[in-house]
């Protein structure tokens, strides 16, 4: 199994930035994906999951501002921010369960400031 996510960057606040995580190594379009995100000196919070028919769900911190989508063909998972805040600045990371293992990508760093 293997997650590559896309670059993050540096955005401003009220901005927006789409990562995305293409996958390989699994039947992508049978598993849940998910987008995970962890902020200095605090614990990984999950942000969105994304089932395999295409039903959400978000965490209440991002509810109305980030979308998470898939492409089964592409075998690729996204997550569109929109509204950026500064507390939004993390390492995110996309995770898949495969075999009763997760298994994560890099992570690629958004960082949300003027």
């Known amino acids: 199994v293997q997650l590559v996510e896309s670059e993050g960057g540096l955005v401003q606040p ?7 995580c293409a ?8 598993y849940v994906m998910n987008w995970v995100r962890q902020a200095p000196g605090k614990q ?3 942000v969105a999951s994304v089932t395999n028919d295409g039903s959400t769900n978000y965490a209440n911190s991002v509810k109305g501002r980030f979308t998470i989508s898939r492409d089964n063909v592409k075998k690729t ?6 509204s ?3 507390e939004d600045t993390a390492v995110y990371f ?11 990508g890099q ?8």
Do not use: D, H
């Not at 009220?14 to 995305?20: A, E, F, I, M």
């Not at 998972?77 to 929109?82: A, F, K, P």
């Not at 992570?107 to 400031?113: E, L, P, R």
């Open 23 to 30: 996958a390989s190594g699994f039947t992508f379009s049978s």
């Open 44 to 46: 990984r919070e999950a």
């Open 94 to 104: 996309c995770r898949v369960a495969v075999g009763g293992r997760n298994y994560w």
């Open 77 to 82: 998972v996204y997550l569109q921010m929109n």
């Open 14 to 20: 009220g901005g927006s930035l789409r990562l995305s």
């Open 84 to 86: 950026l805040r500064p």
């Open 107 to 114: 992570g690629t760093q958004v960082t949300v400031s003027s």
